[in-house]
Every structure is written in C-alpha cells, then in structure tokens.
C-alpha cells in the first residue's frame, strides 16, 4: 500500500483559530518590557502583518524598538521555552 503524507498549512484561521493565542502573546511580552500601551492598540493589530504591526508598535508605544529585527529577536528568545500547546487550543 502506497500511502502519501501531506501537510496542511492553516493560512486563514479555519483549523484553528490562532489569532487569539498571538494577540496573548503580544501583551504578555510588550507587559514583560514594561511598555505602556493600550487595549486599542493590541486590536488594531489583529489581521496586519507583522510589519505594520511593528509599525503601529513603533508609531504608538514610547520608547517602543527602532529596528524591527531586535524586537522580533527578543521576542523569540522571549518564547524561546514558552510554547505554545496548539493542541489545547483545538
């Protein structure tokens, strides 16, 4: 028997919907920099990329990182051993 294995990227939120997780995941870091910022920020940027969330990120928060690359370095050493259990989330 000759079986095929696939994988399934979830662009679009059917599967799951990870927006929520991400939005958790902003606040938790931008709190952990002890950044001040608004509620209205974090849902302005469900549904933007990346960029024009740093963007906002920049334009919005006081003293917020110049260079994109920095935050999402410090971001992702930040979760480095704090995973997120997509699992749980289904």
Same mark, same amino acid.
């Given at each position: 028997?000759?079986? =095929?294995? !696939?994988? !399934? ?5 059917? $599967?799951?919907? &990870? ?10 870091? $931008?709190? %952990?920099?002890?950044?001040?910022? &608004? ?7 469900? /549904?933007?990329? /990346?960029?024009?969330?740093?963007? $906002? ?5 006081? /003293?917020? %990182?110049? !260079? ?9 050493? %930040?979760? =480095? ?10």
């Amino acid at each position: 028997m000759n079986m =095929k294995k !696939i994988i !399934i990227f979830d662009m679009d939120g059917v $599967l799951i919907d &990870s927006e929520p997780v991400y939005y958790e995941r902003q606040r938790e870091f $931008l709190q %952990y920099k002890k950044f001040d910022f &608004s509620e209205e920020l974090l849902d302005s940027m469900v /549904g933007n990329t /990346g960029e024009k969330t740093f963007q $906002l990120f920049k334009e919005e928060i006081p /003293g917020f %990182y110049q !260079i994109k690359e920095e935050f999402t370095e410090e971001k992702r050493i %930040y979760f =480095k051993d704090r995973p997120v259990n997509y699992k749980a989330k289904c």
